[in-house]
């Protein structure tokens, strides 16, 4: 194995993924109660004493609102920028082991090689990110996965930093039509969701993938569904021309009320 991805759950309820190397386990983001994470950690065959270290995209509770319980686990690093730390921070009541980076560096952790960048999106410094392993020879070919979920919509650098990934995390999080028609919020949340610095909708995101296509492409996974004004239907109809066979990646679905597929990057 040189890396195995597995989405333990995304939408804009909460969101965790693992990511395993040889020589290390990681979670992107921790937006469920440490509870729940070991839950979903043991379900997947892992524990929460495994982990090695979080990479948090940004403070919203749906990617970080899990820190709180982990102090019974202080050796798990947690990796962010200085505007999520000092965000997420304030609402602890103990001091995780942070591990600060700036936005749009690049570094390694254990085997893997990090690279944030920022993403527009209504928080304090959210970035999305690329995670790679490998040495790009016969032997340990080169392998990388990009984070891209809560954005606004994606300018060149974002474009950029997902073309050469074999597998894509990409936001759809809501069907136009569907967040329209939502009687739960009220009219200034809809236009912050639909807004530069909301979320993608399924529209938007299908756009963005018409426009990058890449040959680089193994998988491209689709969450960050909202439970509310999305569904897997609209999804699957918003996406059909990518749901064809005989495209050089495959496309999968994350649905809001359970656990996303897995990958396998040998
Ligand atoms: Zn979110
Ligand atoms: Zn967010």
């Given at each position: 194995?040189?890396?195995?991805?597995?989405?333990?759950?995304?939408?804009?309820?909460?969101?965790?993924?693992?990511?395993?190397?040889?020589?290390?386990?990681?979670?992107?983001?921790?937006?469920?109660?440490?509870?729940?994470?070991?839950?979903?950690?043991?379900?997947?065959?892992?524990?929460?004493?495994?982990i090695d270290a979080i990479?948090?995209?940004?403070?919203?509770?749906?990617?970080?609102?899990?820190i709180?319980?982990l102090a019974?686990w202080p050796g798990i690093k947690i990796f962010a920028?200085?505007?999520?730390a000092?965000?997420?921070?304030?609402?602890?009541?103990h001091r995780p082991d942070w591990q600060l980076?700036?936005?749009?560096?690049?570094?390694?952790?254990?085997?893997?090689?990090?690279?944030?960048?920022?993403?527009?999106?209504?928080?304090?410094?959210?970035?999305?990110?690329?995670?790679?392993?490998?040495?790009?020879?016969?032997?340990?070919?080169?392998?990388?996965?990009?984070?891209?979920?809560?954005?606004?919509?994606?300018?060149?650098?974002?474009?950029?930093?997902?073309?050469?990934?074999?597998?894509?995390?990409?936001?759809?999080?809501?069907?136009?039509?569907?967040?329209?028609?939502?009687?739960?919020?009220?009219?200034?949340?809809?236009?912050?969701?639909?807004?530069?610095?909301?979320?993608?909708?399924?529209?938007?995101?299908?756009?963005?993938?018409?426009?990058?296509?890449?040959?680089?492409?193994?998988?491209?996974?689709?969450?960050?569904?909202?439970?509310?004004?999305?569904?897997?239907?609209?999804?699957?109809?918003?996406?059909?021309?990518?749901?064809?066979?005989?495209?050089?990646?495959?496309?999968?679905?994350?649905?809001?009320?359970?656990?996303?597929?897995?990958?396998?990057?040998?």
């Amino acid at each position: 194995m040189a890396m195995r991805l597995t989405i333990l759950g995304s939408s804009s309820s909460g969101n965790c993924a693992l990511l395993c190397t040889d020589s290390c386990k990681v979670l992107i983001d921790a937006g469920f109660s440490a509870k729940r994470i070991a839950e979903m950690l043991g379900a997947a065959g892992h524990g929460l004493d495994q982990i090695d270290a979080i990479f948090l995209t940004h403070e919203h509770g749906d990617h970080c609102t899990g820190i709180s319980g982990l102090a019974r686990w202080p050796g798990i690093k947690i990796f962010a920028n200085r505007g999520t730390a000092e965000s997420v921070q304030r609402s602890l009541r103990h001091r995780p082991d942070w591990q600060l980076f700036e936005t749009g560096s690049r570094f390694r952790f254990r085997d893997l090689e990090v690279e944030s960048f920022s993403i527009p999106h209504d928080a304090i410094e959210p970035v999305g990110y690329v995670l790679a392993h490998g040495d790009g020879d016969l032997l340990s070919p080169r392998r990388s996965v990009a984070f891209v979920t809560d954005l606004g919509y994606a300018p060149e650098l974002v474009r950029q930093r997902i073309r050469d990934v074999d597998v894509l995390v990409l936001e759809a999080n809501h069907d136009l039509a569907l967040l329209q028609r939502d009687t739960k919020r009220p009219w200034s949340v809809k236009q912050r969701i639909s807004g530069r610095h909301g979320h993608l909708s399924n529209e938007a995101a299908r756009d963005l993938m018409a426009s990058v296509e890449s040959p680089a492409w193994r998988h491209v996974c689709l969450a960050h569904l909202s439970r509310d004004c999305n569904s897997l239907s609209a999804v699957e109809a918003a996406f059909a021309r990518f749901m064809q066979p005989g495209l050089g990646f495959a496309l999968s679905i994350v649905p809001p009320d359970s656990g996303g597929p897995i990958f396998d990057l040998s």
